[in-house]
C-alpha cells in the first residue's frame, strides 16, 4: 500500500506543469522577413519546490542568469536594471545581450514573485525604438486580483 501511495506522489510530481507560457507577442507574424522581429514574453513558474532564495523577484533573475552561464548561453552586458512598478506590483530588472549564430538580441527580464509563482516579461529587441514600444506594452498590463 505505501509503495502504491509513493508511486502515485512520483506521478503527480511528474506531470506537475512547474512553468507556462501565458503570452507571446511578436511585432511582426513570425516567419516573416525582417531584420529583427522584437518581441514580449510573459510566463509563470510554480516555485513550490524551489529554494528560499528564488522567493523575490531579484533572487528569481539571479539564479535565472546563473542557469544561462551554467548550461552555455553565450551571454554579455548583464546588468541590473532598475524596478519596474506595473498594476500595484514591483518587477525587479536584469538587462543582457544574448549572442545566437543568428545575431544579437537586447534582452531584458522581469520579475516578480506572487502566491508562489515568479511572473516573469522577457523584452526581446534590437532598437531603443522597438525598446520603448516593449515598455509601452508591459506598462498596460493589469492583474486580476487573487480570490
Do not use: C, W
Amino acid at each position: 500500500m505505501i509503495k502504491e501511495e509513493e508511486q502515485r506522489e512520483s506521478i503527480k510530481k511528474s506531470v506537475k506543469v512547474t512553468s507556462a507560457y501565458m503570452l507571446q507577442l511578436f511585432r511582426h507574424p513570425v516567419g516573416t522577413t525582417a531584420e529583427f522581429n522584437p518581441s514580449f514574453l510573459l510566463m509563470a513558474e510554480n516555485l513550490d519546490e524551489a529554494p528560499a532564495t528564488l522567493r523575490t523577484g531579484g533572487g528569481y533573475l539571479r539564479h535565472t542568469r546563473q542557469l544561462m552561464q551554467e548550461v552555455g548561453v553565450d551571454i554579455s552586458n548583464v546588468a541590473d536594471l532598475p524596478s519596474k512598478p506595473v498594476d500595484g506590483r514591483t518587477f525587479d530588472g536584469m538587462g543582457l545581450d544574448m549572442h545566437t549564430p543568428g545575431g544579437s538580441v537586447h534582452q531584458e527580464y522581469y520579475s516578480t514573485v506572487a502566491e508562489g509563482y515568479a511572473l516573469s516579461v522577457i523584452l526581446s529587441f534590437a532598437t531603443p525604438d522597438q525598446q520603448d514600444s516593449l515598455h509601452q506594452i508591459f506598462d498596460q498590463l493589469h492583474f486580476k486580483p487573487a480570490e
